[in-house]
C-alpha cells in the first residue's frame, strides 16, 4: 500500500521561497504521475502543479513561472519549489500519486503553507 507523506510546509513572508517534499513509501515513485494540489479555507480545492511518469509538466495558470514541481525517483520523493509567494497562496497543500496514470489515486495528508508579513 503506498503512502505519502509531504513536509516543508510553514510561515512565510510574501516574496519567500518555500519547497515542498513528498515522500512516497511502500512502492516506488517511478510508476506513478504525481501533483500537487490545495486547499484554501473556504474554496474548492485546486490543482497547483502535475508531473508525469516521464516528466512532463503541467501548472495552475496563477502559479506558472513562480512554482516549479520535480521529481527524484531515486529518493522516491516529489517536490514543489515555490518562490515570490502570495498571501493568496496560503492554504493546506497535498501530494497525490496517480498509479500508472490511470486514476488509481492515492493522498498524503497536507502540509501547510501560510504567507503573510
Known amino acids: 500500500q503506498v503512502q505519502l507523506v509531504e513536509s516543508g510546509g510553514g510561515l512565510v513572508q510574501p516574496g519567500g521561497s518555500l519547497r515542498l517534499s513528498c515522500l512516497v513509501s511502500g512502492s516506488i515513485l517511478s510508476i506513478y504521475d504525481m501533483a500537487w494540489y490545495r486547499q484554501a479555507p473556504g474554496k474548492q480545492r485546486e490543482l497547483v502543479a502535475s508531473?508525469?511518469?516521464?516528466?512532463?509538466?503541467n501548472y495552475l495558470d496563477s502559479v506558472k513561472g513562480r512554482f516549479a514541481i520535480s521529481r527524484d525517483n531515486a529518493k522516491n520523493t516529489a517536490y514543489l519549489k515555490m518562490n515570490s509567494l502570495k498571501p493568496e497562496d496560503t492554504a493546506v497543500y497535498l501530494c497525490i500519486s496517480d498509479y500508472l496514470g490511470i486514476g488509481h489515486i492515492t493522498w498524503g495528508q497536507g502540509t501547510q503553507v501560510t504567507v503573510s508579513s
Open positions: 508531473i508525469t511518469r516521464g516528466g512532463t509538466t
